[in-house]
């Protein structure tokens, strides 16, 4: 009786040791909690995740720093389990965070467009430094003429007339920001480019080694990433970034990092929420359903 429960608890350790390695470097699981993901994953289901689709990240990398075994990128499309990266979680160690699972739709380098709740619009990929054409009434000339004295634009030169006598100028993204913060509710701009959205901003996804030009609009985003993920300090003064006790117009940023999305935009586990995700929290690609109540679903792929 005696050598059957040593044999039994052996082989119980050996299960316990077994089931460790694998999840610790191959394959981990986890469960989709919300409707986020819907319709490619479902609420409830269990999700294996592929920890070498992106090179396997060694274990505590909290204690052993953070290294990969065969590194390779996040594509956009792609489905990743990923650490939380929010400020909430700043204090925890990093293997120690609550995951989430998102859609990867913004690379390191890419630009997105994205609005007001910060959701990519799709439209056309604009720099903050690309000219586009704005028209406002022939009456608020003299109000726009005061506006550009006092954004500094005040040589930038009316380019024409439309058939109706509205006046036409030329604004950078960045430059008609600026304009229009200040005019407010004063003047109606129209824009020639029927595509382009007041409330639609370019964001750049910071690549290693890249700088990052500093805009009104991504301020607070950049000053969030660099305290949280670049280990300096840093805040925000009206629109100026401050690092390190100094004002600066750009950053380089240390890591590559990613925007996450959830299919649903009403769900806001993504980098709506938490801002970019850096390459260092990212642990895997969801890669095939093993639990699920729906028929027909069972060892799915995941796409």
Same mark, same amino acid.
């Given at each position: 009786?005696?050598?059957?429960?040593?044999?039994?608890?052996?082989?119980?350790?050996?299960?316990?040791?077994?089931?460790?390695?694998?999840?610790?470097?191959?394959?981990?699981?986890?469960?989709?909690?919300?409707?986020?993901?819907?319709?490619?994953?479902?609420?409830?289901?269990?999700?294996?995740?592929?920890?070498?689709?992106?090179?396997?990240?060694?274990?505590?990398?909290?204690?052993?720093?953070?290294?990969?075994?065969?590194?390779?990128?996040?594509?956009?499309?792609? !489905? #990743?389990?990923?650490?939380?990266?929010? $400020?909430?979680? +700043?204090?925890?160690? &990093?293997?120690?965070?609550?995951?989430?699972? @998102?859609?990867?739709?913004?690379?390191?380098?890419?630009?997105?467009?994205?609005?007001?709740?910060?959701?990519?619009?799709?439209?056309?990929?604009?720099?903050?430094?690309?000219?586009?054409?704005?028209?406002?009434?022939?009456?608020?000339?003299?109000?726009?003429?005061?506006?550009?004295?006092?954004?500094?634009?005040?040589?930038?030169?009316?380019?024409?007339?439309?058939?109706?006598?509205?006046?036409?100028?030329?604004?950078?993204?960045?430059?008609?920001?600026?304009?229009?913060?200040?005019?407010?509710?004063?003047?109606?701009?129209?824009?020639?480019?029927?595509?382009?959205?007041?409330?639609?901003?370019?964001?750049?996804?910071?690549?290693?080694?890249?700088?990052?030009?500093?805009?009104?609009?991504?301020?607070?985003?950049?000053?969030?990433? !660099? #305290?949280?993920?670049?280990?300096?300090? $840093?805040?925000? +003064?009206?629109?100026? &970034?401050?690092?390190?006790?100094?004002?600066? @117009?750009?950053?380089?940023?240390?890591?590559?990092?990613?925007?996450?999305?959830?299919?649903?935009?009403?769900?806001?586990?993504?980098?709506?929420?938490?801002?970019?995700?850096?390459?260092?929290?990212?642990?895997?690609?969801?890669?095939?359903?093993?639990?699920?109540?729906?028929?027909?679903?069972?060892?799915?792929?995941?796409?």
């Amino acid at each position: 009786m005696d050598n059957n429960w040593k044999i039994g608890l052996k082989l119980a350790a050996l299960v316990v040791v077994a089931v460790w390695l694998v999840k610790t470097f191959l394959v981990t699981s986890c469960f989709i909690p919300s409707s986020g993901m819907e319709n490619t994953l479902y609420q409830g289901e269990g999700v294996l995740v592929n920890k070498w689709s992106y090179g396997l990240r060694m274990p505590f990398p909290s204690f052993l720093g953070y290294h990969r075994i065969g590194s390779c990128e996040v594509e956009k499309g792609d !489905i #990743v389990l990923f650490n939380d990266p929010g $400020a909430t979680q +700043r204090n925890k160690r &990093l293997e120690w965070r609550r995951v989430f699972i @998102s859609r990867c739709i913004g690379t390191p380098g890419d630009t997105l467009m994205l609005n007001r709740e910060m959701i990519d619009s799709g439209d056309e990929v604009l720099s903050p430094d690309s000219k586009a054409l704005y028209v406002y009434p022939a009456s608020k000339e003299d109000l726009m003429r005061v506006i550009l004295d006092a954004v500094g634009l005040k040589e930038n030169p009316l380019i024409g007339y439309t058939e109706d006598g509205g006046y036409i100028r030329s604004f950078s993204h960045y430059e008609f920001y600026l304009v229009s913060q200040k005019a407010g509710q004063r003047i109606d701009f129209v824009s020639l480019n029927s595509k382009l959205s007041q409330e639609v901003h370019p964001y750049v996804v910071p690549r290693k080694g890249e700088s990052v030009k500093v805009y009104p609009w991504n301020v607070v985003l950049l000053c969030n990433t !660099i #305290v949280s993920h670049e280990g300096k300090q $840093a805040g925000v +003064r009206g629109d100026t &970034l401050w690092v390190e006790g100094k004002p600066v @117009s750009s950053f380089t940023f240390s890591k590559d990092y990613y925007w996450m999305a959830s299919n649903d935009p009403v769900n806001l586990c993504d980098s709506r929420l938490f801002g970019f995700v850096p390459e260092d929290h990212v642990i895997g690609k969801a890669w095939r359903i093993w639990y699920t109540p729906y028929k027909g679903r069972f060892f799915q792929r995941i796409q």
